[in-house]
């Protein structure tokens, strides 16, 4: 079975410090991979996806990027948050057309 | 790219009764229409799904309508249960496209 882990599960974290989450999938080769973003109450906006190792597409910035190390990882960070930063985020993958969402990472930032 | 959109934001119901939540679509292309699920503090679920090849699907309580000439689709739920309480999203999706563009959800509480 799949399974998807995502990491930290929540970060506080200060405007303009820099940030770095993660994600692992195990059980699937060569996944299609996602980066989602939900503010409070809000709804659930796609920021990247990756198909391959070393090829991930924008889809909203956000003064983010993503990377993708690893057929089993993909990395969102920045250099320099900014307080629209704070929300929850996602990774997912896609299996045939079902995207599976991970558990999240909360990140607030003062 | 595609845009969904999601009525009611809001809705309240009584316990035994149905609630429904309607979603549209613009591109045609769009073939898969999935529903998740999202309790507070949780990460969205998928709870049913339809691809145009059909215009009804039901799982349980969950009845899923498609109408591809609307551009239409809508998750009933009936016999509304208090746990049945949290955030609906639907989304669409075309093939060939890496991009799931959702719904801007529906916060369904369920009164006892």
């Known amino acids: 079975a799949q399974t998807i882990h995502q990491w930290p599960v929540a970060e506080i974290k200060a405007v303009g410090s820099p940030l770095s989450l993660g994600c692992t999938i195990k059980?699937?080769?060569?996944?299609?991979l996602y980066w989602y973003w939900q503010a409070t109450g809000g709804t659930l906006q796609q920021l990247f996806y990756?198909?391959?190792?070393?090829?991930v597409e924008s889809v909203v910035q956000l003064n983010l990027s993503a990377s993708r190390p690893k057929d089993d990882q993909f990395i969102l960070s920045t250099e320099k948050l900014l307080l629209s930063h704070s929300g929850f985020y996602l990774c997912?993958?896609?299996?045939?057309?079902?995207?599976?969402f991970g558990s999240g990472t909360r990140l607030t930032v003062l | 790219g595609e845009q969904v959109e999601q009525l009611p934001s809001i809705l309240r119901v009584q316990e035994g009764s149905s609630a429904s939540i309607n979603c549209s679509y613009e591109?045609?292309?769009?073939?898969?229409f999935p529903w998740y699920k999202q309790e507070p503090g949780e990460n969205p679920k998928l709870i049913i799904d339809?691809?145009?090849?059909?215009e009804r699907k039901q799982i349980q309580e969950l009845i899923v309508l498609l109408d591809k000439k609307a551009k239409r689709f809508s998750l009933h739920i009936t016999d509304t249960q208090p746990g049945d309480s949290a955030m609906y999203f639907c989304?669409?999706?075309?093939?060939?496209?890496?991009?799931?563009?959702f719904g801007k959800g529906t916060s369904l509480t369920v009164i006892p």
């Open positions: 997912a993958w896609d299996w045939g057309e079902t995207l599976y």
């Open positions: 059980g699937k080769s060569s996944p299609n």
């Open positions: 990756s198909i391959t190792v070393g090829q």
């Open positions: 591109d045609s292309a769009s073939n898969y």
């Open positions: 339809i691809r145009s090849n059909m």
């Open positions: 989304a669409a999706s075309a093939p060939g496209y890496q991009n799931f563009y």
